[in-house]
Structure formats: structure tokens, C-alpha cells
């Protein structure tokens, strides 16, 4: 992770990201134009302590003709309302916000001066017009006239400093936003492109993903139908055997009966045909059992294996007995070509995993040995193994005495649409979902070994919980 993208992965969506820059982008430009606004408020500030200081120089002037000469009062009077609109006007201008901001730079104190110069001309023109109603002297006025122009005079001096710091902090706070606004934000936009590409990148790249979970799901699922499709057909075939002979049975014992039911009633019924007729109904009853119970184990066997092959689920079971029933239930496809399947050696233990995977593991591994390493018409012996491992491991080794597989072909196996078959049916995905069964739902891991002319041999490794089956009954 890089350390720059640190900010933008904390926020939480696209939208988000692209909201927060865009409000650092308004806030930046919000505060550059509030800050030319205080530059153009501080020229005006300058501008108006201009006018104070000219306004001052006329009341000093108009003053001493006052006092020299028998001028007119009137026109110092009118020079200090002049006089006195500059501070008037400059706390017009200030708002509570340029007097908050004055504060925090040091320069507050230029608002005060402006209400001392309002306070200091109120008193001049009150001492005026105490001069003009006849209350006091000339001289009086001329000389409190004079102490207040020299503390608008002093007022002034001090006002003119903080108004230039005023105008030159928010120029520079200014330039900064500018500066940091020409810098920050495209580096942050880079960050952010970045970012949103790297998302763009990341959704398409899981996008493909489900695509491809997806894909490979339902071919899992197209393989499991077909192999239950299959095994469907096989049992459905196979139980009509039993079945039939059952029949034929019960008609033949109907029959008997009926024959020897009459003959009883003709009166013509003898020992020999009452002992030929028990013998007959005892073979048929013989023959109706025996089928019928064949019957059941087959319903037995292709119910648990099928409900397992369309349900994801883990429990626990024998691993022995329910071998016996996949074995049973691809009975019908193996007898075919001849091919023996053999229970080697199987401990009997209880493993808890996922038996409908399972199933489809030894379904595919024998229709795979059926088709590629029996021929047409000769027959041959799987043989399965099923062992626990010190390191709670199950190990399952499955091996026929077929042709084998070359050294070129071994190597591709289990990759996806592989097949040497191709022109009759093959579609090349059986041993590739078998190895994604294997590795992504069990955990575990498959090797094949093999050779022309010497069988093929499958070793599965996966993690599960085993135990005996007497700890199974504790």
C-alpha cells in the first residue's frame, strides 16, 4: 500500500472521494475570494485614513485662521464632520467577521482607534457648538480644538500600521491558497485518478472473477447433472430387472395357485401335485425376495448418493459404507464394458466432509477410467483405497490396470477442455472439475501417476475429521 494513497483508501466509495476534493476545491476557492475581498476591504480602509489625515490637515488650517483672524467657525465645524464620516464609514465596513480575522492577526486594536476618532469628533463639534451658543471663550475652543485634532492626528499615525499588516497577512494568506491550490489539488486529483483506477482495475478484475466462479460453477453443475442424469438411467435400467423378474415370479405363483386351487375344487388335487405346487410357491417366493431386496439396496444407494450430489452439505458417515453405495449406484454403467470396481482396502471410519463431493469425485475418476482406459470390449479392475493420515489427513488412491497415459498427455490432464476424445463426446472438463472438487472444496490436493501400457493411479490428500467406528457410537 502506498503511503500518498493512505487518505483516499480511508474514505469509503468513488462518489466519496470525488465530494471531497471537490470540496477542498470549493473551500480553497471560497477563501481566495474572501481573502482578495479583505485585500480590496484594506485598500478601502487605506483610501479612507487617507481622507482622515486630508480632512485633519483642513480642520488644523481652518483653525488657525479661526484664531489668527476673526474667521468663521462654521467652516472648522464643517471639516470635522468630515472629519468624523471616516470612522463612521470605516465601522460600517468591518463586519464581524473582519473584526474576528483583525483580532487573530493583531490588529483589532485599528477598530478601536476608529471609535476613539468618532468619540473625539463628537466632542469637537459639542465644543463648537458650546462656542457658537456663547458658553465658551475663543481661546478655550482653540485650544480644546487643538487637543483633539492632535488625538485624531495621533489615531491616524497608529491607525495606518495595522491597516498595511491587515492588507499585507491576507495577501499572503492569499498567495498561499493560490500556491496551494495550483499545488495540492492537481496532486491530489493525480492520488485520486490513481485511486479511482486502481478500484476500476480491482472491480473488473473481481467482476471477471464472478464470471469466471460462475462459469465454473454451473459446468460443475452440468457435470454433476449429467453423471446423475446418467446414473439415473443406469439404476432405472437396473432396477427393471429385478423388477421384472419379481413379476414373472408373483404371475407364475398366481398361476400355480389358481391351477392348484381348481384342482381342489375337481377333487382331482393329489399329494404329488399339493407337494410340486409348495415347491413351485416356495422358488417363487425365493426368487420375489431375493429381487425385491436387490431392489431396495439399488433405491437405497442412488437415493443417498443422489440427494448428496445436488446438496452441498457437511456430515458425518461411514466412509466404507458409502463408497458401497456410489458403487452400487454406478453399477449399471460399470458392468458395460466389464470393468470390476473393488473396494481394496478401506478402513472403517467416519470422516465428516462433503459426501455429495465425494461422490462426484469417484464418479468422475470411474467414468474417466471407463472411458479412456478400458477399450470397447475389455474389461479390467479398479481398485479405491480410502486410509487416514497421522496429520488428519484422508487419503484416497484410485487405480485401474488400463492403458495408462503418455507423458505428453499427463502434464494437461487437468487443465479445462483437455481431452483425447474429442470427436466422440469428450468435452475435456471431467478431471479439471475434479481437480478444482478437489482443491477449492475439500482443500486438498490430487496427483496422477501413470504410464502406457501400465494403469493410472490418482492419490487425493484432504484435510477432514475422522474417527473409528467405535468412537463414532460413544
Given at each position: 500500500?502506498?503511503?500518498?494513497?493512505?487518505?483516499?483508501?480511508?474514505?469509503?466509495?468513488?462518489?466519496?472521494?470525488?465530494?471531497?476534493?471537490?470540496?477542498?476545491?470549493?473551500?480553497?476557492?471560497?477563501?481566495?475570494?474572501?481573502?482578495?475581498?479583505?485585500?480590496?476591504?484594506?485598500?478601502?480602509?487605506?483610501?479612507?485614513?487617507?481622507?482622515?489625515q486630508k480632512y485633519i490637515d483642513q480642520v488644523y488650517k481652518a483653525v488657525d485662521q479661526f484664531e489668527q483672524t476673526s474667521g468663521n467657525i462654521e467652516s472648522v465645524k464643517d471639516y470635522v464632520i468630515l472629519v468624523r464620516e471616516q470612522p463612521i464609514?470605516?465601522?460600517?465596513?468591518?463586519?464581524?467577521?473582519?473584526?474576528?480575522?483583525?483580532?487573530?492577526?493583531?490588529?483589532?486594536?485599528?477598530?478601536?482607534?476608529?471609535?476613539?476618532?468618532?468619540?473625539?469628533?463628537?466632542?469637537?463639534?459639542?465644543?463648537?457648538?458650546?462656542?457658537?451658543?456663547?458658553?465658551?471663550?475663543?481661546?478655550?475652543?482653540?485650544?480644546?480644538?487643538?487637543?483633539?485634532?492632535?488625538?485624531?492626528?495621533?489615531?491616524?499615525?497608529?491607525?495606518?500600521?495595522?491597516?498595511?499588516?491587515?492588507?499585507?497577512?491576507?495577501?499572503?494568506?492569499?498567495?498561499?491558497?493560490?500556491?496551494?491550490?495550483?499545488?495540492?489539488?492537481?496532486?491530489?486529483?493525480?492520488?485520486?485518478?490513481?485511486?479511482?483506477?486502481?478500484?476500476?482495475?480491482?472491480?473488473?478484475?473481481?467482476?471477471?472473477?464472478?464470471?469466471?466462479?460462475?462459469?465454473?460453477?454451473?459446468?460443475?453443475?452440468?457435470?454433476?447433472?449429467?453423471?446423475?442424469?446418467?446414473?439415473?438411467?443406469?439404476?432405472?435400467?437396473?432396477?427393471?430387472?429385478?423388477?421384472?423378474?419379481?413379476?414373472?415370479?408373483?404371475?407364475?405363483?398366481?398361476?400355480?395357485?389358481?391351477?392348484?386351487?381348481?384342482?381342489?375344487?375337481?377333487?382331482?388335487?393329489?399329494?404329488?401335485?399339493?407337494?410340486?405346487?409348495?415347491?413351485?410357491?416356495?422358488?417363487?417366493?425365493?426368487?420375489?425376495?431375493?429381487?425385491?431386496?436387490?431392489?431396495?439396496?439399488?433405491?437405497?444407494?442412488?437415493?443417498?448418493?443422489?440427494?448428496?450430489?445436488?446438496?452441498?452439505?457437511?456430515?458425518?458417515?461411514?466412509?466404507?459404507?458409502?463408497?458401497?453405495?456410489?458403487?452400487?449406484?454406478?453399477?449399471?454403467?460399470?458392468?458395460?464394458?466389464?470393468?470390476?470396481?473393488?473396494?481394496?482396502?478401506?478402513?472403517?471410519?467416519?470422516?465428516?466432509?462433503?459426501?455429495?463431493?465425494?461422490?462426484?469425485?469417484?464418479?468422475?475418476?470411474?467414468?474417466?477410467?471407463?472411458?479412456?482406459?478400458?477399450?470397447?470390449?475389455?474389461?479390467?479392475?479398479?481398485?479405491?483405497?480410502?486410509?487416514?493420515?497421522?496429520?488428519?489427513?484422508?487419503?484416497?488412491?484410485?487405480?485401474?490396470?488400463?492403458?495408462?497415459?503418455?507423458?505428453?498427455?499427463?502434464?494437461?490432464?487437468?487443465?479445462?477442455?483437455?481431452?483425447?476424445?474429442?470427436?466422440?463426446?469428450?468435452?475435456?472438463?471431467?478431471?479439471?472439475?475434479?481437480?478444482?472438487?478437489?482443491?477449492?472444496?475439500?482443500?486438498?490436493?490430487?496427483?496422477?501417476?501413470?504410464?502406457?501400457?501400465?494403469?493410472?493411479?490418482?492419490?487425493?490428500?484432504?484435510?477432514?475429521?475422522?474417527?473409528?467406528?467405535?468412537?463414532?457410537?460413544?
Open positions: 500500500m502506498f503511503t500518498k494513497n493512505i487518505f483516499f483508501r480511508q474514505t469509503s466509495s468513488v462518489s466519496t472521494r470525488l465530494n471531497l476534493l471537490n470540496l477542498l476545491v470549493l473551500l480553497s476557492g471560497l477563501l481566495s475570494i474572501v481573502g482578495v475581498y479583505e485585500i480590496q476591504l484594506g485598500a478601502q480602509l487605506h483610501k479612507l485614513n487617507y481622507q482622515h464609514e470605516c465601522l460600517n465596513m468591518v463586519s464581524a467577521f473582519e473584526t474576528f480575522m483583525m483580532k487573530i492577526i493583531g490588529t483589532g486594536e485599528a477598530i478601536a482607534l476608529c471609535e476613539q476618532d468618532k468619540l473625539l469628533a463628537d466632542d469637537i463639534l459639542d465644543e463648537l457648538d458650546q462656542y457658537s451658543r456663547g458658553e465658551i471663550t475663543k481661546e478655550v475652543v482653540v485650544s480644546k480644538l487643538k487637543v483633539g485634532l492632535e488625538g485624531l492626528s495621533s489615531h491616524g499615525a497608529k491607525f495606518q500600521p495595522f491597516v498595511a499588516k491587515t492588507v499585507s497577512t491576507m495577501y499572503i494568506i492569499v498567495i498561499s491558497m493560490v500556491i496551494t491550490k495550483a499545488i495540492i489539488v492537481p496532486f491530489l486529483g493525480v492520488i485520486l485518478s490513481s485511486s479511482v483506477s486502481r478500484d476500476y482495475r480491482t472491480l473488473n478484475n473481481t467482476k471477471k472473477q464472478l464470471i469466471n466462479e460462475q462459469e465454473r460453477n454451473e459446468l460443475i453443475q452440468n457435470e454433476r447433472m449429467n453423471a446423475l442424469s446418467t446414473m439415473v438411467a443406469g439404476v432405472a435400467h437396473e432396477i427393471n430387472t429385478p423388477v421384472g423378474v419379481s413379476v414373472t415370479a408373483a404371475s407364475h405363483a398366481r398361476e400355480r395357485l389358481m391351477q392348484t386351487e381348481e384342482a381342489y375344487q375337481n377333487e382331482i388335487l393329489s399329494e404329488e401335485d399339493l407337494q410340486s405346487y409348495f415347491a413351485d410357491s416356495k422358488e417363487a417366493f425365493r426368487i420375489i425376495q431375493n429381487n425385491l431386496r436387490r431392489t431396495s439396496e439399488l433405491v437405497k444407494s442412488f437415493k443417498q448418493v443422489s440427494v448428496d450430489q445436488t446438496e452441498d452439505i457437511v456430515r458425518t458417515f461411514s466412509a466404507k459404507e458409502y463408497l458401497k453405495d456410489i458403487i452400487i449406484s454406478l453399477k449399471p454403467i460399470v458392468k458395460k464394458p466389464s470393468v470390476e470396481v473393488v473396494l481394496d482396502d478401506v478402513e472403517d471410519i467416519y470422516i465428516e466432509t462433503y459426501p455429495g463431493v465425494l461422490s462426484q469425485i469417484i464418479t468422475n475418476l470411474i467414468t474417466n477410467s471407463l472411458s479412456h482406459a478400458f477399450a470397447a470390449n475389455d474389461g479390467g479392475v479398479i481398485n479405491i483405497a480410502l486410509s487416514s493420515l497421522s496429520n488428519k489427513k484422508v487419503q484416497i488412491v484410485f487405480s485401474d490396470n488400463g492403458c495408462g497415459i503418455s507423458k505428453e498427455n499427463l502434464r494437461h490432464i487437468f487443465d479445462p477442455f483437455f481431452t483425447t476424445k474429442r470427436g466422440q463426446g469428450g468435452t475435456g472438463l471431467g478431471l479439471h472439475i475434479l481437480h478444482n472438487l478437489v482443491v477449492d472444496k475439500l482443500d486438498g490436493e490430487i496427483n496422477c501417476f501413470s504410464a502406457e501400457g501400465e494403469g493410472t493411479r490418482f492419490v487425493i490428500n484432504f484435510p477432514c475429521a475422522n474417527h473409528s467406528a467405535e468412537e463414532q457410537f460413544i
